[in-house]
């Protein structure tokens, strides 16, 4: 490539990267305000991987059927498999920086197909079946890129967050899967457990998204386990290395499960939204501490 194809490239690149912030701070602020507090140098990497997060978050509400879905996620696995020249991915501002970010920043592919795959469910009107099932998903879609990220910020040192990010990632899965119950109703997609719901014996309340004492028994059991996971990620955190502001994100668990737990608040069918200055300062302040 001679030194103009390159100026261009680079160009069309550093176009793509700042596409990916513009798309993050419009579909997850809380996201895009966490990256402000890690190094300069890795933000364009953050933004492309929270922009590819909320894209493959949203096909289901983009589409009518779930054939078309899966023609979505079809794409990105092929690109996945594309030579990284590849004219599609390119042409496609969200994917040439996630792979331009793949490549430089060694996060295995294999971690971005379990993503997509576990995505397949957001597809479909199936019941999870296990709280299992829901722990894995919540690692794969959403404890992964959190391990991308510290990856992005500091590779060292987020070996060394191993296990705290894995304990935040999961935490930080179930407090979302919580927080979007209103939205996944809607959609009629459901992310309760069966087993969850059999064991409060609350299975015909979800379906009928009545809140009885049973289904909010089962709702008090899920966010105590994002909080017991939460609490062991924050006894997990070693030293105050760079990777920490990877953790950042969920700093804001404690805000939302107590959003959720305010009196009169219908996890049915209202979303906990704390006060935007109220993240923002935890944000910060969990940035001058242990990150978490």
Known sequence: MDEAA???????LADHYRHCEAALREQDLDLWLACLFAPAQARPHLHAIGAFCAEISSVRARVSQPILGEMRLRWWYDSLEAP??????RAHPIADALFDTLNRCAIPREEVVELLEAHSFDLYDEQMESLAALETYSDRVFGAPLR?????????????????????GRAYGLTAILRALPRH????????PLDLLARH?????????????????????????????????????????????????????????????????????????????????????AARGRGI
């Open 6 to 12: 390159t100026t261009e490239r680079e160009t069309e």
């Open 84 to 89: 990284a020249d590849s004219e599609g991915a």
């Open 148 to 168: 991308w990220r510290a990856r992005v910020i500091d590779a060292e040192d987020a070996a060394r967050q191993d296990e705290a990010l894995r304990f935040a």
């Open 185 to 192: 109703l809607a959609q009629g997609q459901r992310f309760l």
């Open 201 to 285: 014996r609350a299975e015909s309340d979800f379906v009928e998204a009545k809140l009885t004492s049973a289904l909010a028994a089962a709702l008090a059991e899920l966010r105590g386990k994002a909080r017991n996971n939460f609490e062991k990620a924050r006894k997990a955190v070693r030293g105050d290395g760079a990777a920490r502001a990877a953790l950042l994100p969920a700093a804001l668990i404690p805000l939302y499960l107590g959003a959720m737990e305010r009196k009169g608040f219908d996890p049915l069918h209202m979303i906990a939204e704390p006060a935007q200055w109220r993240r923002q300062w935890r944000l910060w302040r």
